[in-house]
C-alpha cells in the first residue's frame, strides 16, 4: 500500500484498536491491520468486513438489558440506514425528538421506543420472536456499557472475551 499523501510504500503492523471511530467509546478491536508511512507519519486503519463488525455490535446493544445510552441510539439508528428525519418519521415522533434522545442525556428515549429500535435491528437478519428476552431488553435502568472487544478471524468477526 501506498502512502496517499506521499506516496511512501507503508508498513503494516497489526493492532489492538480502540475503536472510537464508530462513535461509540467502549469498543475495542483485535487484529486489525494499521499501515503506517515513516516518511510523514500518515497512518491508515484497515477494518474489513464493516458492515458485519457494526451489525455485531448493533446486535450487542439491541440486546443489552441496560438502557440506551446517546451515541448508541444514533449508532443503532445510522447502523438501521436512517437519517435522523426518516427515523423520525419511521416511528410516528418529530425530528427534534430524536436530536433530543441522540445528544441530550435528560431527554430520555422511553422504553417502549427503545425497544422498537432495538426489535429494527434484530429484524435486520430475520424473524424475532423471543418475546421472553424482549422483556429483558431495558430493564436495568442504569446506562452502563460494557466494553465490547472484537477479533478479526477467517470467518469473519468474533466477539472476543474482555
Ligand atoms: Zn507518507
Known amino acids: 500500500m501506498k502512502c496517499t499523501n506521499c506516496s511512501s510504500p507503508m508498513s503494516k503492523t497489526i493492532t489492538r484498536h ?3 471511530e464508530c462513535g461509540l467509546r467502549n469498543v475495542h478491536l483485535d487484529g486489525v491491520a494499521l499501515w503506517k508511512c515513516y516518511e510523514c507519519g500518515e497512518d491508515e ?5 464493516i458492515e458485519m463488525l457494526h451489525h455485531i455490535i448493533a446486535t450487542f446493544l439491541a ?3 441496560t438502557r440506551l445510552k446517546p451515541e448508541e441510539i444514533r449508532f443503532m439508528r445510522v447502523h438501521l440506514g436512517f437519517s435522523g428525519s426518516d427515523f423520525a418519521r419511521a416511528i410516528s415522533v418529530k425530528p427534534e425528538t430524536v436530536s433530543r434522545w441522540e445528544n441530550d442525556p435528560k431527554h430520555e428515549m422511553n422504553l417502549s421506543n427503545e425497544k422498537l429500535l432495538r426489535l ?6 430475520g424473524p424475532f420472536t423471543d418475546y421472553q428476552k424482549l422483556r429483558e431488553f431495558g430493564k436495568d435502568s442504569s446506562k452502563t456499557s460494557k466494553r465490547m472487544s ?3 478471524t477467517t470467518s469473519g ?3 472476543s472475551a474482555a
Do not use: P, R, V
Not at 486503519?45 to 468486513?49: M, P
Open 150 to 152: 472484537f477479533k478479526t
Open 18 to 20: 480502540h475503536y472510537k
Open 157 to 159: 468477526w468474533k466477539s
Open 45 to 49: 486503519l484497515d477494518i474489513h468486513e
Open 120 to 125: 429494527m435491528i434484530l429484524a435486520k437478519l
Open 63 to 65: 440486546e443489552k438489558t
